[in-house]
């Protein structure tokens, strides 16, 4: 199987900053995009940010300049540092790996099991 644990969220001031990190482990053979996913109450679950193996990025137009992905080398991590953070952020933020698990099975969508973060005065 294949587990990320996510970590960083908390609650923060409105103009405050985050760093959330996602490790990925388990049977894992290839990762090819990473990123991050929030789900405010009420609301449907968006794509925030996502990164490929390559290093290629793309942002959400709420979120971009404000906040920037980034994976390690080992392409296993992935981490989402977010500034000038907005009362809109508040949402439980998930990680997804779309992830082949071995040469003989395709690629499948794997997530973690969410963090909240909160921006409140």
């Known amino acids: 199987q294949v587990q990320l644990v996510e970590s960083g969220g908390g609650s923060v001031q409105p103009g405050g900053s985050l760093r959330l990190s996602c490790a990925a482990s388990?049977?894992?053979?290839?990762?090819?995009?990473m990123g991050w996913y929030r789900q405010a109450p009420g609301k449907q679950r968006e794509l925030v940010a996502s990164?490929?193996?390559?290093?290629?990025?793309s942002y959400a137009d709420s979120v971009q300049g404000r906040f920037t992905i980034s994976r390690d080398n080992a392409k296993t991590m992935v981490s989402l540092q977010m500034i000038s953070l907005k009362p809109e952020d508040t949402a439980v933020y998930y990680c997804?790996?779309?992830?082949?698990?071995?040469?003989?099975?395709?690629?499948?969508?794997?997530w973690g099991q969410g963090t909240q973060v909160t921006v409140s005065s």
């Open positions: 388990g049977s894992i053979f290839r990762i090819n995009n």
């Open positions: 990164i490929t193996s390559g290093g290629s990025t």
């Open positions: 997804y790996a779309y992830v082949r698990r071995s040469v003989t099975l395709d690629f499948s969508n794997y």
